[in-house]
């Protein structure tokens, strides 16, 4: 399922919503069409769903809750929301989108229950509520279940954002609503569950524990922030580095547990209209998976998942007179840029490189899927002193910034660099701690470069590996 999207051409997997029951790994998902232009803008989304128990081996399930029939309250769509077990049934809460006579429309949650989270009933109470009085009706969705163990007090957090807004800034008026229930069916609204004052609409929100650390998630224009607490009810603190990736192109993650206490993230990486490098991004995608990691202080940290890297064959050789490559001299640059090329490398494959990087270096990186005369390709780029990771396209010498990592630590010695390009996907791992990941679709060249700028580097090792 890693860069998985579904067969047909106009088909696209959007938010995600993944689920450990204790032996099976859910992903349900959002079955997209034309990118959300479905139903008149509303969506027209399916519950769609895949399951494994290994990671490996997946299997694909009839859609989870379908879209409703003409005249029902979800014939626009089926939102995003999440699963929630309770005595042996799992509860799907749902929002979906209702058109009024006047053509507009407002956002309501809704529930369905399941035995067996393949066949899912949609309650006949639907829509379960909507927004109440100084909330914005169009924006009221994703909702999230959890349970307070201490009082048995089931608690929804809900995507909202207060109306009219108190200080006229539209980034102060984006809040978590905050529901309680005794029965999973009837719902009191609390006090605001979190007003992150720097987010206008705080999307797909989540709460789960860790090692003894509860986590809050949200996502803010697509990218996922959190917060961490001693209490699934707060106080909520922020950490130095508050997102797992800097960069809008993993999508609205969600996560869910594994086998041996392993955690991992779901999100997806959204299609270029036109299918062109410098098209604008569209919602919806391809599944991008993540395992999270867990620092002292509860930092996140990503890493690629093991279970699903591509298939590839044997690495290729590295011409025996390439010095630099080898690993036998290093690669120096006191002025400009000094690159070391390799002919011949597969469009679709994966590189694993080891550098050490000597002290002061400026910049240092590869170029990926580079021409014969390199100068149009890829540039993956490391600056140390900015503790930075710059993934963008290069052409000539001019660079378009695409997707950029900030807070990278460990770039000024020994540095592990993973790089998976699969079709119109270049992903990348960095010290098995951080991850980048973007769409590209127009240069497919077979050389590959290791630069450095003012400073000098070493090929410790390096493996090229075709993907089959």
């Not at 803010?220 to 607490?229: H, L, P, T, V, W």
Request: proline share 7%; charged share 20%; net charge negative.
């Amino acid at each position: 399922m890693q860069y998985w999207k579904p067969d047909a051409e106009n088909e696209f997997a959007g938010d995600m919503m993944p689920y450990w029951d204790g032996s099976r790994f859910h992903l349900f998902y959002l079955l997209d069409r034309d990118h959300h232009a479905e139903q008149g803008g509303l969506g027209g989304h399916q519950w769609a769903h895949a399951s494994t128990e290994n990671l490996i081996d997946w299997e694909h399930h009839p859609l989870a809750i379908p879209i409703g029939e003409p005249g029902s309250v979800d014939q626009h769509g089926i939102c995003t929301g999440s699963i929630f077990e309770h005595e042996g049934v799992y509860h799907a809460y749902y929002a979906t989108r209702i058109k009024r006579e006047d053509g507009s429309h407002y956002e309501a949650v809704c529930q369905a229950v399941s035995r067996d989270l393949i066949h899912f009933e949609k309650s006949l109470n639907n829509p379960m509520f909507a927004a109440g009085p100084g909330l914005n009706p169009a924006d009221h969705r994703d909702p999230h279940v959890f349970r307070d163990e201490e009082t048995g007090l089931f608690h929804m957090l809900v995507t909202a954002q207060k109306t009219p807004q108190p200080s006229g800034n539209a980034l102060d008026c984006g809040i978590l609503a905050h529901y309680t229930s005794t029965d999973l069916a009837h719902w009191e609204a609390q006090s605001p569950f979190l007003t992150p004052g720097d987010n206008p609409v705080p999307e797909c929100p989540e709460i789960f524990e860790w090692n003894g650390l509860w986590y809050l998630v949200y996502s803010g224009s697509a990218q996922m922030e959190y917060r961490i607490s001693e209490s699934p009810l707060g106080p909520w603190r922020r950490v130095q580095r508050d997102t797992i990736e800097n960069s809008r192109n993993f999508c609205v993650p969600r996560t869910a547990g594994f086998s041996d206490g392993r955690r991992l993230a779901v999100g997806f990486l959204a299609w270029r209209r036109a299918e062109k490098d410098d098209a604008p991004p569209v919602y919806a995608g391809s599944v991008v998976f993540r395992e999270l990691g867990q620092e002292a202080d509860g930092t996140l940290t990503t890493r690629f998942v093991p279970e699903m890297m591509p298939k590839t064959g044997p690495p290729l050789p590295i011409p025996s007179e390439d010095n630099v490559l080898l690993g036998r001299v290093p690669l120096t640059s006191m002025d400009g840029v000094r690159i070391a090329q390799l002919a011949g490398t597969p469009a679709d494959c994966v590189i694993r490189l080891r550098l050490s990087i000597a002290p002061n270096t400026g910049q240092y990186g590869l170029l990926l899927r580079v021409n014969e005369q390199m100068n149009q390709g890829y540039r993956l780029c490391f600056i140390p002193g900015e503790k930075r990771v710059i993934l963008q396209r290069w052409h000539e010498g001019f660079m378009n910034l695409a997707a950029t990592l900030y807070a990278v630590e460990r770039l000024e010695d020994t540095v592990e660099i993973v790089v998976c390009m699969k079709d119109s996907i270049i992903d990348v791992c960095v010290n098995e701690q951080r991850t980048l990941v973007e769409r590209f679709f127009g240069r497919r060249g077979t050389n590959l470069g290791v630069f450095v700028r003012a400073g000098e580097i070493h090929v410790d090792s390096l493996s090229i590996a075709p993907i089959i």
